[in-house]
């Protein structure tokens, strides 16, 4: 699978983000017959080198003959050819393009307190802004990239001027945009994140934050406009394009890899019964796995460490159910990854009922365990005794399951 990660080292915007995308290899010629393609002909691309502390960068130059122009959605979707109608039509990479600038609009919207329909689109909506936004979803198409990793995107301070007059930094659009992203506060001055990176951003990105592991097999630099001031970071960012094993899928039984959340807290005075009762809640909301380990705390007092283990997406439920349901104040958050065998879960009819089987695969080698809960209820339901079943079950299992990967 190929993958790329986006490290904003120094921020992200539309002609950082394409200049990068030149810089690791990708023809700016492939926008340029696009743009001819889709009626844009008042328009030149140029490809600036930048150097930003001594590293050297690429940036694209967008040249065009308008001024003053805004525009609004309509406009956008026949610029790309959009038929809402029919998006199943539109190629891929104008899809993505399209979906971009809808995420502008609707920022913009929430922001002014306005419909969809009546939001105009200033600086963004820009032949500049449509070249930077179209090329980078095309480039990524024209790459063949298959998923996306975005890091921490960092955000500055101070002012900037805007066809509305002056706004704080960062820019009410990209703080709009940047709902549910993990952002770092750099306290540096200027514009480190733009609306159109951000947008590009959240529209793109398969996750945030580090990616998998990979064979590295090329990166580029992009550069900002912006000069980067003395004591500040590199106004840059890098693109790195690997290769990885699909995760979902692996044929030589290796595994898979991801990613798992850890919330960790310290509590002493909650009872066994309730630290119980927490446990299930947590293991129902959706949680991988919950532990809890005894030991003392602070003058003596016995206590629960309380480990919860989620996925990506859970973690900011069951971060709520935490502090609704147990009596601790904070909670230790890290993201670990990790690495589990294909697995698969399958129902096997026996004579005692329906039994579910969980199967691992290890290299080329199949291993089958009944799973406890099955193994109970048909204790229960039969009159026989649990360790009997189990036996009885051992013999019963297959030595390859019904269903593959």
Not at 26 to 41: C, D, V
């Amino acid at each position: 699978m190929r993958i790329l990660y986006v490290d904003p080292i120094g921020g992200l915007s539309g002609d950082m983000f394409l200049g990068a995308l030149v810089d690791l290899g990708w023809p700016l010629a492939s926008l340029e017959r696009e743009l001819q393609e889709i009626g844009i002909s008042d328009i030149r691309l140029d490809v600036e080198t930048r150097i930003h502390r001594h590293l050297s960068s690429k940036g694209i130059l967008v040249t065009t003959g308008e001024k003053g122009v805004h525009r609004h959605l309509p406009d956008i979707e026949k610029i790309l050819g959009v038929d809402r109608t029919e998006m199943d039509a539109i190629p891929p990479h104008r899809r993505k393009a399209y979906g971009a600038f809808r995420r502008l609009v609707e920022a913009e919207a929430r922001i002014h307190g306005q419909p969809i329909e009546k939001v105009h689109l200033h600086e963004v909506g820009g032949l500049d802004s449509i070249a930077d936004i179209l090329g980078v979803c095309l480039a990524i198409s024209d790459l063949e990239i298959e998923r996306v990793f975005v890091g921490p995107l960092p955000l500055g301070t101070g002012w900037v001027d805007m066809a509305h007059g002056r706004f704080p930094i960062p820019a009410p659009a990209t703080v709009e945009i940047l709902k549910d992203v993990p952002v770092v506060w750099t306290g540096e001055c200027g514009e480190k994140v733009t609306p159109t990176g951000a947008v590009l951003a959240v529209t793109l990105a398969d996750q945030f934050g580090f990616p998998p592991p990979m064979i590295l097999r090329s990166t580029g630099w992009g550069g900002g406009s912006r000069p980067t001031a003395e004591g500040e970071t590199p106004n840059l960012v890098r693109l790195i394009l690997g290769e990885t094993e699909d995760e979902a899928v692996n044929e030589a039984g290796e595994g898979l890899w991801d990613r798992v959340g850890v919330l960790t807290t310290h509590i002493d005075d909650m009872t066994s019964e309730e630290m119980a009762y927490l446990t299930e809640k947590l293991r129902i909301g959706g949680a991988l796995d919950v532990f809890v380990t005894p030991g003392l705390m602070k003058k003596g007092r016995p206590a629960w460490a309380l480990t919860v283990l989620c996925g990506p997406a859970m973690m900011p439920s069951l971060r709520t159910l935490l502090f609704e349901e147990s009596s601790t104040l904070g909670i230790r958050i890290r993201w670990e990854e990790r690495w589990v065998l294909n697995r698969l879960l399958e129902t096997l009819e026996t004579p005692y009922g329906p039994i579910q089987v969980k199967w691992a695969r290890r290299g080329e080698r199949w291993e089958a365990a009944p799973e406890f809960e099955s193994l109970k209820s048909a204790a229960d339901s039969c009159g026989i005794s649990l360790r009997k079943i189990a036996l009885e079950i051992s013999r019963l299992l297959p030595e390859v399951p019904k269903t593959s990967f």
